[in-house]
């Protein structure tokens, strides 16, 4: 079982919807969580960090984290052709400092 | 706030040769840097991690005499790919982090270099 989990997509949804990103992890003793948006050829951009359970929202991007369910999702709501780039989970588990990665979520937004 | 550098963008050598990429901290000091890798398609692999004034500490399967990492500052790390072959051929990435406590720990990347070697 991989430590961060999530579906490789690619996940289509039409402008304007709200597109929904989950990750699961495997490590209970995991305290950090964060979310990046990746775009073709460039770098992992962080959008939002989560550490408590519920949602934590900025401007369109909402995170949720259920640590008794090992779940942590992302919400774009009003998603823009824009928004099309793979979305990352990365996970600090209890072991330390580093980031832990699942392996992205690929997102379409269709004009 | 939170601005990592990192030169050159892109670089293209002859086989056998070294190559320098710098990682640097704008706005904050960084006391661990870390290097990724990422080939196309696939997800970021981590190399090494480096905190400032001790040797990186390098993952399973990655040549700590290939990959040479110095980090002689709090805001400024080095990967030096000594001896490059076609197979080093990939995107690079650094991280850095300022190194909270309490496992709350931001890393923040660098816009990466794109190595290719002939």
């Known amino acids: 079982q991989k430590e961060v989990e999530q579906n490789s997509g690619p996940l289509s949804v039409p402008e304007g919807a709200i597109a929904s990103l989950n990750c699961t992890y495997s490590?209970?003793?995991?305290?950090?969580f964060f979310w990046y948006r990746q775009y073709s050829g460039k770098s992992p951009e962080l959008i939002m960090s989560?550490?408590?359970?519920g949602d934590k929202e900025d401007g369109r991007f909402t995170a949720q984290l259920n640590k008794a369910s090992q779940y942590v999702s992302l919400l774009i709501r009003d998603s823009q052709p824009s928004d099309s780039a793979t979305y990352l989970c990365?996970?600090?588990?209890?072991?330390?400092?580093?980031?832990?990665f699942g392996g992205g979520t690929r997102l379409m937004v269709k004009p | 706030g939170a601005v990592v550098s990192q030169h050159p963008s892109r670089v293209i050598c002859k086989s056998g040769t070294s190559v320098k990429i710098e990682c640097r901290s704008l706005?904050?000091?960084?006391?661990?840097m870390f290097w990724y890798r990422q080939f196309p398609k696939q997800s970021l692999m981590l190399m090494a991690t480096?905190?400032?004034?001790?040797?990186?500490?390098?993952e399973q399967g990655v040549e700590k005499d290939k990959f040479l990492i110095n980090h002689a500052s709090l805001t400024l790390s080095t990967l030096t790919v000594t001896s490059a072959h076609p197979e080093d051929s990939s995107f690079y990435i650094c991280?850095?982090?300022?190194?909270?406590?309490?496992?709350?720990?931001?890393?923040?990347f660098g816009p990466g270099t794109r190595l290719t070697v002939l």
């Open positions: 991280s850095a982090s300022s190194g909270e406590a309490g496992g709350t720990d931001t890393q923040y």
């Open positions: 706005d904050f000091q960084a006391t661990t």
């Open positions: 990365a996970v600090i588990t209890n072991a330390g400092n580093m980031l832990t």
């Open positions: 480096s905190n400032e004034g001790s040797k990186a500490t390098y």
């Open positions: 490590d209970r003793g995991s305290q950090s």
């Open positions: 989560i550490y408590s359970n």
